[in-house]
């Protein structure tokens, strides 16, 4: 059973930081693409980074330069990084994986950046 749990979310202030955690289980970690999405109110869900199996990460334009996305085969776990962060980071991030065709997410962790 592949299961993704999140952690490391929190309230910071407009230009703190904060590093996001996500470990997996049920799967070969190290064979598989993960990625982080983000939920805030009203809108829809949205890709913010990507990492594939070699380490190579991608990013939305609204995160790219201020988020980085990392993974520890070893430990299971792909990282987030968010500095810079502002108020329209706010959103609930999840962490995401597919496996035999099927997508799957973690419970979510709250970010909230006060102006």
């Known amino acids: 059973q592949v299961q993704l749990v999140e952690s490391g979310g929190g309230l910071v202030q407009a230009g703190g930081s904060l590093r996001l955690s996500c470990v997996a289980s049920?799967?070969?970690?190290?064979?598989?693409?993960m990625a982080w999405y983000r939920q805030a109110p009203g809108k829809q869900r949205e890709l913010v980074a990507g990492?594939?199996?070699?380490?190579?990460?991608n990013y939305a334009d609204s995160v790219r330069g201020r988020f980085t996305i990392s993974r520890d085969n070893a430990k299971n776990t792909v990282h987030l990084q968010m500095n810079s962060l502002k108020p329209e980071d706010t959103a609930v991030y999840y962490c995401?994986?597919?496996?035999?065709?099927?997508?799957?997410w973690g419970q979510g962790t709250q970010v909230t950046i006060s102006s």
């Open positions: 995401n994986t597919r496996y035999h065709g099927s997508a799957y």
């Open positions: 049920g799967i070969i970690f190290s064979s598989y693409v």
């Open positions: 990492i594939t199996r070699s380490g190579y990460g």
